[in-house]
């Protein structure tokens, strides 16, 4: 702190702006904003001229020509003769599946991993610990080409399925799994299959609701009302009784080798599967060491209080020591979760068509127009993280403490 | 990387103040080298043998040019680029000129401004099977897997060709030539697709490339060549007129082993005016007047230099084929050098 006794007083002098402590700071947020702005002022007028001196123009009329190229996972339809913006579109939904698919995983795997590092059991704490250390101090890029070179080598190819002396066969004749992809029967939903579906789900909260009430008669009245046979009866008797009375509305289709390749069912690539599977543990080791240090973060004395009440490890862990964790975990994990976002522009290497590979890779290439495509690349992860910050944050503030 | 290619671009294209496209021959021979873009590794066109030197007939190109323009074929900056990365190191300045077999096509010429100085490969795309797939022609291939080099002409041609022909595929895009062998070979796809040059070339190197065919179709017209950028006339010249001098050199009989002699002085005054013993057509391209007869010696003219890298006696086993000179029925034709 600066005392000033006596503020000067009368008018005010331009040398005050350095030497008043009152403005200085100021003075200077002012001229380095100002040189900011022509710093940026001047990398744009170079781009734009250079541009124009190369008889290059900025515009951004190719996303509406067709693309005429093909992209091998449409989450929407799409064929070689839709324009560019649809490309992209497609591009964007295949980051937005393996960045969703990715952080559930690597959440599920990153918490078990966490907990189980603090385990007191010797081997399990130390095999953990090497899965982090391994995880974590190798690129993911390389994590990503690893796994498909060993998906491609070691799975049967869709040919060794093929003739009387096939080296492969399907698992259960309804699941093939194949170094080019997973194969996996596909639902066919007749008329009133969806009536089946809603059925299910109405039964799923109904077991919820069962929960609940059970909760509230044990509270409340000090009842305790068994759930478990009535929940699984509830899972299962209500869909299958829809089922069979509308007459099987849902059939499946099944994968079956025709030609090249097996057709019908449900296809996961092994870029989708490798990608996936390389983002989720690589990111898994981050979040598990986030998970650690939450748990640590809440005090022992919490720990050793459950334990005096009689609880047991296991609900110890979830009751009173995860939710309090989570204030510390959330934080650091959005950024894990915009890290794995990020991480999945790596899909070119193992062909995975997603965002950088369709607006980033063919289009650019393909237009050669890559500013307009970079700029635009940048503005879809822009808005991708910021959704995801966004979400996470709202989570983080449901989760924190309440001051009261 | 290829962002941070991109964005080096836009770097470039932001910091440089006005510096529009100078004359390259003067930057070339100040730096004493010539940067020249070829692929990350095709072999016969451009790969780098056991002791790091870069062989093949692209690199013959390159080698050429620093040759007419340096005096030394060993000058050379070897720049390996991908099918994504070699327009924007060629517009960026990163490189002079680009050898890695690419096609000319107009928007590439027109809208990507960039200037093709002629063509070195006459080329088509065609299509790779393992022979135990028992294929023979590419409408039999509906439902197939093919592996494609991401960011080529292959990719629109393939595009076009399934949906003309009403079959399907399902594309699996690949970075470089050096990815797509082993997902070919492991099954991860059925066929590979590139120029056919370009699946001789990588059907050699495997082990047993009996066990691979190369289908008849060829769906696509594919002249390839060196390029440089738009705007730099003199530098266009000095590339286009040094490949015209090798095809030159092959069509007047004049060798790597005999240009020494032939250079004295002959009875043909186009081989005089090429060789520099007549006319200052060196000159007038702000070259040395023996700048073909470097050029030839760098490594001997077109046909050798094909024979060498890429021709029947060498793995590739490349026909001459539409490359044969026009006195052979080819389509190789160099204008007059007067």
């Known amino acids: 702190m600066t005392s000033v006794s006596d503020p000067p007083s009368g008018s005010f002098q331009f040398s005050q702006l350095i030497y008043d402590t009152r403005y200085r700071s100021l003075t200077f947020q002012l001229i380095a904003l100002l040189l900011l702005i022509a710093a940026f002022s001047w990398l744009g007028y170079n781009l734009v001229n250079n541009l124009r001196a190369a008889g290059l123009n900025f515009s951004y009329g190719f996303l509406g020509e067709p693309a005429n190229y093909d992209i091998n996972q449409r989450l929407i339809e799409y064929t070689s003769q839709s324009t560019h913006w649809r490309a992209s579109v497609v591009g964007v939904l295949n980051t937005l599946l393996v960045a969703v698919l990715g952080c559930i995983t690597a959440t599920v795997i990153g918490v078990v991993v966490g907990v189980l590092r603090l385990s007191n059991n010797w081997l399990v704490s130390k095999l953990m610990a090497v899965y982090v250390e391994i995880f974590r101090n190798v690129p993911v890029l390389i994590w990503i080409l690893v796994i498909m070179a060993i998906f491609v080598a070691v799975l049967p190819q ?146 050793e209080a459950a334990a005096s009440l009689g609880l047991r490890p296991g609900r110890i862990m979830n009751l009173v020591v995860l939710p309090q964790a989570l204030r510390v975990i959330v934080p650091p994990l959005i950024s894990q979760y915009l890290n794995l976002t990020k991480n999945s522009s790596l899909a070119i290497a193992v062909g995975y068509m997603d965002l950088t590979g369709t607006l980033g890779g063919i289009t650019l290439n393909q237009t050669g127009r890559a500013i307009e495509s970079v700029l635009l690349l940048m503005t879809f992860y822009l808005a991708i993280s910021l959704a995801i910050s966004a979400i996470m944050n709202a989570y983080n503030n449901a989760v924190r403490m309440r001051e009261r | 990387m290829k962002k941070s290619v991109l964005l080096g671009t836009l770097a470039v294209a932001a910091l440089s103040a006005g510096a529009a496209a100078a004359a390259t021959l003067d930057d070339v021979k100040a730096r004493g080298k010539l940067n020249c873009g070829v692929t990350t590794g095709l072999v016969g066109f451009a790969a780098p043998d056991a002791n790091g030197n870069w062989d093949g007939f692209d690199v013959g190109v390159c080698r050429a040019v620093a040759a007419a323009v340096l005096g030394d074929p060993m000058a050379v900056e070897f720049v390996p680029t991908t099918g994504k990365t070699r327009f924007t190191a060629l517009a960026s300045g990163e490189i002079d000129m680009l050898a890695r077999n690419t096609t000319w096509t107009f928007s590439r010429d027109v809208d990507l401004k960039f200037e093709f100085v002629g063509v070195n490969y006459y080329d088509g795309q065609g299509f790779m099977v393992p022979k135990e797939l028992g294929v023979s022609s590419a409408k039999e291939l509906d439902g197939a897997t093919v592996c494609i080099q991401t960011g080529t002409t292959t990719e629109l041609n393939l595009a076009d060709f399934f949906r003309i022909n009403n079959i399907s595929y399902e594309p699996v895009p690949i970075e470089t030539n050096a990815e797509a062998q082993p997902l070919y070979l492991e099954g991860a796809c059925d066929v590979y697709t590139t120029d056919a040059s370009g699946l001789a070339a990588t059907r050699a190197a495997f082990e047993d490339p009996s066990a691979h065919i190369i289908l008849p179709e060829i769906i696509s017209k594919e002249p390839l060549g060196p390029l440089v950028r738009h705007g730099d006339s003199e530098w266009g010249d000095v590339v286009r007129w040094t490949l015209n001098a090798l095809i030159a050199a092959e069509e007047y009989g004049v060798t790597s082993a005999n240009v020494e002699e032939l250079s004295a002085g002959t009875d043909n005054p186009e081989i005089n005016r090429l060789l520099g013993s007549a006319g200052n057509l060196g000159e007038m391209m702000g070259l040395e007047a023996d700048w073909a007869k470097k050029a030839i010696m760098a490594g001997g003219n077109y046909g050798e230099l094909f024979a060498k890298n890429i021709g029947e006696s060498t793995p590739i086993g490349l026909a001459r084929g539409l490359n044969a000179q026009w006195t052979d029925g080819g389509l190789l034709y160099s204008p007059p050098f007067r």
């Open chain 1, 158 to 303: 869709p040919r060794d399925f093929r003739g009387d002396d096939a080296t492969a066969s399907m698992v259960w004749g309804s699941f093939a799994f194949t170094g080019r992809g997973f194969y996996a029967p596909l639902p066919i939903f007749g008329p009133g299959g969806w009536i089946v579906v809603a059925v299910f789900i109405a039964s799923i909260i109904g077991i919820f609701g069962l929960k609940r009430y059970a909760t509230k008669k044990l509270y409340a009245e000090g009842r305790v009302i068994k759930t478990l046979w009535p929940s699984v009866g509830l899972f299962f008797v209500p869909t299958l009784l829809v089922f069979f009375l509308l007459g099987r509305p849902i059939s499946l289709e099944y994968p079956a080798l025709a030609g090249f390749n097996f057709q019908g069912g449900i296809f996961m690539r092994n870029s989708l599967i490798s990608l996936w599977f390389a983002l989720s543990i690589y990111t898994a080791a981050f979040i598990a060491e986030n998970v650690r240090a939450g748990i640590l973060a809440v005090s022992k004395g919490q720990t």
